[in-house]
């Protein structure tokens, strides 16, 4: 159980377009997705924190215009990354959990991530 | 502020040999601890968390708030060990982040 899915796994585009990442919870409703993102050989980053049916909240340094985190429902959070250029590319990987950021007792459960890369 | 340290990048043993991987914090109040492990091609999973006081896998790993350190212990490393792992801080107040260590690749060689 707790299986998180993650799409697309790759994908490679052109600079100045926008790409959407989804992240799924398939056997699980969660109330709370995280969004990470990884450089190489590098730890993993928290970028921003999403509830359902209320707007994302954003780390510090990471331009909310920039990466658009929709979660609309208890299963489905997306990041869209716009006008993307080469430095946004990177590994972007998120996490669901069943509790709501105030409830810290409920792990998270991670996607396979994203590996997203601007030419 | 809050940071995770792992101080190994690379941590090499051959099999059945002890392992501890090590994991520094600091954070002022009452942290959560976790390791996570990435096994290769997999997702990152959780491993054990220090409020469990459990062993996964004949892994075990006792927070020592006076040393504010996190160290991941096996007594005897199996190749099926070979990951990456990751210590991982929660704060204590109403939050669910976590803040992740650099990682540390553990590789059990035959």
């Known amino acids: 159980g707790a299986v998180v899915s993650q799409h697309p796994s790759w994908v490679i585009c052109k600079s100045g377009t926008s790409v959407k990442i989804e992240c799924r919870s398939l056997?699980?409703?969660?109330?709370?997705m995280f969004w990470y993102r990884q450089f190489p050989k590098q730890s993993l980053m928290l970028m921003a924190t999403s509830n359902e049916g209320s707007k994302a909240t954003y780390e510090q340094g990471v331009e909310k215009d920039k990466f658009l985190i929709n979660h609309a429902s208890l299963t489905l959070s997306t990041l869209t990354v716009t006008s993307a250029h080469p430095e946004d590319s990177s590994f972007y990987i998120c996490s669901a959990t069943t509790g709501g950021d105030l409830y810290s007792n409920q792990p998270q459960h991670f996607g396979d991530g994203t590996r997203l890369s601007i030419l | 502020a809050q940071r995770v340290t792992q101080p190994e990048k690379l941590l090499s043993v051959f099999k059945g040999a002890p392992v501890e991987l090590k994991c520094n914090y600091s954070?002022?109040?009452?942290?959560?601890l976790f390791w996570y492990v990435q096994y290769s091609r997999q997702r990152l999973q959780l491993l054990l968390r220090h409020i469990s006081r459990e062993s996964i896998k004949g892994f075990t790993a006792d927070l020592n708030k006076g040393e504010t350190s996190f160290h991941l212990k096996k007594p005897f490393a199996q190749e099926e060990d070979s990951a990456m792992y990751y210590c991982a801080l929660k704060r204590s107040s109403n939050t669910g982040k976590l803040i992740f260590g650099q990682g540390t690749t553990l590789q059990v060689k035959p």
């Open positions: 954070y002022s109040g009452s942290p959560e």
């Open positions: 056997d699980f409703q969660a109330t709370t």
